[in-house]
């Protein structure tokens, strides 16, 4: 059974910071891209950064250059995002998805975790 468990949201205050993990199950996760996206209420979801499955390449949003970073432990089957200096603009309900580079349309998503900056 398929799984991707994404943890470590919560209430932080502008300029603090947070790290984003994702865990994954029941799929080969270093054959796998790993992504992070986020969707505010009332806007469209979309991609916040991602990591080649070996972790060598990774992309980055305009937003959010310079203040995340991801990561990967493939022996953990684990996916991190680190967020620091957070803005209120980050405040979202945060996604990862697994896609397979071989097969786009084999793809997971995570339940999501939301993140919230405010004073």
């Known amino acids: 059974q398929v799984q991707l468990v994404e943890s470590g949201g919560g209430l932080v205050q502008p300029g603090g910071f947070l790290r984003l993990s994702c865990t994954a199950s029941?799929?080969?996760?270093?054959?796998?891209?790993m992504s992070w996206y986020r969707q505010a209420p009332g806007k469209e979801r979309e991609l916040v950064a991602s990591?080649?499955?070996?972790?060598?390449?990774?992309n980055y949003a305009d937003p959010v250059k310079g203040r995340f970073t991801i990561s990967r432990d493939n022996a953990q089957n684990t996916v991190y995002l680190q967020m620091n200096s957070l803005k209120p603009e980050d405040t979202a309900v945060y996604y990862c998805k697994a896609v397979a580079p071989t097969n786009y349309d084999r793809n997971y998503w995570g339940k999501g975790t939301l993140v919230t900056v405010s004073s």
């Open positions: 029941g799929f080969t996760f270093s054959s796998y891209t």
């Open positions: 990591i080649s499955n070996g972790g060598s390449r990774r």
